[in-house]
Nanobody, 121 residues
Framework: QVQLVESGGGLVQAGGSLRLSCAAS????????MGWFRQAPGMERDFVAGIRWSGGSTLYADSVKGRFTISRDYAKNTVYLQMNSLKPEDTAVYYCAADSILRVGVDYPYWGLGTQVTVSS
C-alpha cells in the first residue's frame, strides 16, 4: 500500500503561482512513479504531470508545459507540483497518484483525496 496526502491548494489570481505537495508513505517508493491529475466540475480526470522516483524522468500534459514543474524530495518522501502563470482554466481538484509505471492513464492504483485549486480571472 501507498498512502498519499496532498496539500497546498487555494485561491489565486490569474498569473499567480501555487506549489502543491504530495506526502507519500508506504511501500518502497523508489519503485514507483508519481502523477498529478486534475478534475474540473463536470469534466473527466486528466493527467497533468508525472515523475519517476528513481531517475527523475518527467512527463507533462501539453496544456501545462512551460508553466508547471514536477519534482521530488527523497528525504521528505514528497512530490511537488510548482504551478506558475496560472489560468482560470487550471481551476480543478488536483490529485496525487502512484503507480509502478510513469504513464498518462488515469487508472493509477493509489490516490490521495485531492486539493482544490481555484484561479480567479
Amino acid at each position: 500500500q501507498v498512502q498519499l496526502v496532498e496539500s497546498g491548494g487555494g485561491l489565486v489570481q490569474a498569473g499567480g503561482s501555487l506549489r502543491l505537495s504530495c506526502a507519500a508513505s508506504g511501500r518502497t517508493l523508489s519503485r514507483y512513479a508519481m502523477g498529478w491529475f486534475r478534475q474540473a466540475p463536470g469534466m473527466e480526470r486528466d493527467f497533468v504531470a508525472g515523475i519517476r522516483w528513481s531517475g527523475g524522468s518527467t512527463l507533462y500534459a501539453d496544456s501545462v508545459k512551460g508553466r508547471f514543474t514536477i519534482s521530488r524530495d527523497y528525504a521528505k518522501n514528497t512530490v511537488y507540483l510548482q504551478m506558475n502563470s496560472l489560468k482560470p482554466e487550471d481551476t480543478a481538484v488536483y490529485y496525487c497518484a502512484a503507480d509502478s509505471i510513469l504513464r498518462v492513464g488515469v487508472d493509477y492504483p493509489y490516490w490521495g483525496l485531492g486539493t482544490q485549486v481555484t484561479v480567479s480571472s
